[in-house]
């Protein structure tokens, strides 16, 4: 799907700063925003009632973040329980569906920055709130984005986790590292794989780069969807070989179980 041809880095950092200052109009809807450049609840470039019609996850798994039935009286899903995973938790706010869906894939597949830039804001003000509510709860004190292989960033332009890496580093005051992880196998796209698939697909894609820097330190990994947690999983481990304390996961969206 990466179809789009490969820009300047220079161009996407100043066509990602000119954002923040064009009016706010919604990106879903298309009314004026009443407070252009957003607030911690209302992003840029997205109205109220656009907001609130987002598919917002009620209830998750604990765990992973996948979605479970209103009134769940557990909370972790089945797989968790069966095959507990080596990270600490999942902040999935939404629903891979649309309309968000559309705005991922507007950012993702045809570089507009300006739903990036919606979606950071989205996403930071959820993991900040996820903090908030729960003081026993230490925050991470890094955040390092699902790296993509050169060839893949070198075609589409940019790393969509790293682009939301960013924007929340400097909402909430963490450092964020994009060279301590790196992808050093060019996979297929996950998208066509199954479970099974997703897991044989990673094996050994990753290699952490300075393990001096995660060393005892608490890891937000950062990505745009998580959908089997094949990724998470195969990196989460990778990282508290190398000597992480933990590992917790911060994506916009979640996929239901059958997706």
Not at 171 to 193: E, F, G, V, W, Y
Not at 236 to 247: I, Y
Request: proline share 8%.
């Amino acid at each position: 799907m990466d179809t789009f041809k490969p820009r300047p880095a220079a161009f996407n950092h100043l066509k990602r700063n000119l954002t923040t200052f064009l009016p706010g109009f919604c990106q879903l809807c298309g009314t004026t925003c009443p407070h252009p450049g957003g607030s911690r609840q209302l992003p840029h470039d997205l109205c109220d009632s656009c907001y609130q019609t987002l598919p917002w996850i009620d209830c998750a798994c604990h765990c992973c973040g996948l979605p479970l039935p209103p009134g769940s009286s557990t909370s972790l899903c089945g797989q968790c329980l069966k095959h507990p995973p080596a990270f600490n938790l999942t902040i999935a706010p939404l629903r891979y569906t649309a309309p968000l869906s559309r705005l991922i894939t507007d950012f993702k597949y045809r570089g507009k920055l300006p739903s990036g830039q919606l979606l950071g804001e989205l996403l930071a003000n959820e993991v900040s709130d996820y903090y908030l509510f729960e003081p026993d709860l230490l925050i991470p004190e890094m955040i390092i984005p699902v790296p993509l292989h050169w060839q893949r960033f070198w075609r589409r332009g940019f790393n969509q986790a790293q682009e939301l890496a960013r924007q929340i580093s400097k909402r909430l005051d963490i450092p964020c590292n994009h060279r301590a992880l790196k992808r050093q196998l060019h996979t297929p796209m996950q998208q066509s794989l199954d479970r099974q698939q997703r897991q044989r697909n990673l094996r050994k894609a990753f290699v952490v780069t300075a393990p001096t820097i995660i060393k005892q330190r608490r890891i937000a990994l950062l990505d745009d969807v998580v959908t089997t947690t094949a990724t998470a999983r195969e990196i989460s481990n990778l990282l508290l070989a190398n000597g992480a304390q933990e590992v917790h996961i911060w994506a916009l969206a979640r996929t239901a179980a059958d997706d």
